[in-house]
């Protein structure tokens, strides 16, 4: 079972807006200060998934979520859904321990084997920012709000694939005509063209 406590679920964001007046810092209120006992026990079940955690977020008992089912209230709806949809109900190690810390603000790196989940990790808290957002557009293009960069192709298609799975059904009242995921990568003339016409249909927020 998960040690970390979901937030409530009353409409608002349980931190302060900081520095630029439209982005939220944090979606979860950032943990209080814990006690040796309640540390210990996080971190047994840390050692248990064979987590570590070093830096400032170490000292801080948020422990591993249980079910992504704890972030209801926080991630959009379509999100939750999405993931049922998908047999996304455990989150792996990475994502279990990444999302509690990256939700409440902290800058997190994250390093696992690949096939472990690192994708969820990132794009679900990208998310939670691009929801909160009313869209942008830059001349005849979309401006998207979060940029993941890659080193191969193949990658990029992968992430994209997966965002996309997510962002389904995303037409909200931030977003009525939906949002989602556009793949952006060299290759010939034709390759270009048809991604730049991705980006002026204006739903792209994730590049």
């Known amino acids: 079972k998960s040690s970390w406590t979901p937030p409530k679920d009353d409409g608002e964001p349980d931190v302060e807006q900081e520095a630029e007046p439209h982005f939220l810092p944090a979606f979860l209120k950032p943990p209080a200060p814990s006690d040796e006992a309640a540390l210990e026990q996080v971190g047994a079940l840390r050692e248990e998934m064979g987590i570590k955690v070093v830096g400032e977020a170490a000292g801080v008992a948020a422990g591993p979520l249980a079910e992504f089912s704890d972030l209801d209230g926080v991630l959009p709806a379509y999100v939750v859904g999405a993931l049922k949809k998908n047999g996304w109900m455990k989150p792996l190690p990475i994502q279990a321990q990444t999302l509690p810390f990256a939700l409440s603000g902290f800058d997190c790196v994250g390093i696992a084997k690949t096939?472990?989940?690192?994708?969820?990790?990132?794009?679900?808290?990208?998310?939670?920012?691009?929801?909160?957002?009313?869209?942008?557009?830059?001349?005849?293009?979309?401006?998207?709000?979060?940029?993941?960069?890659?080193?191969?192709?193949?990658?990029?298609?992968?992430?994209?694939?997966?965002?996309?799975?997510?962002?389904?059904?995303?037409?909200?009242?931030?977003?009525?005509?939906?949002?989602?995921?556009?793949?952006?990568y060299g290759g010939g003339m034709c390759i270009r063209q048809e991604q730049l016409e991705e980006l002026k249909k204006g739903w792209c927020q994730m590049l």
């Open 115 to 184: 096939g472990s989940g690192k994708t969820l990790a990132f794009i679900l808290p990208a998310i939670a920012h691009i929801e909160q957002r009313a869209p942008e557009r830059s001349g005849a293009f979309a401006s998207p709000l979060a940029l993941i960069l890659v080193p191969v192709r193949e990658l990029a298609a992968q992430i994209a694939e997966e965002a996309n799975k997510l962002f389904w059904h995303s037409k909200t009242e931030a977003h009525p005509d939906g949002t989602g995921a556009v793949c952006i």
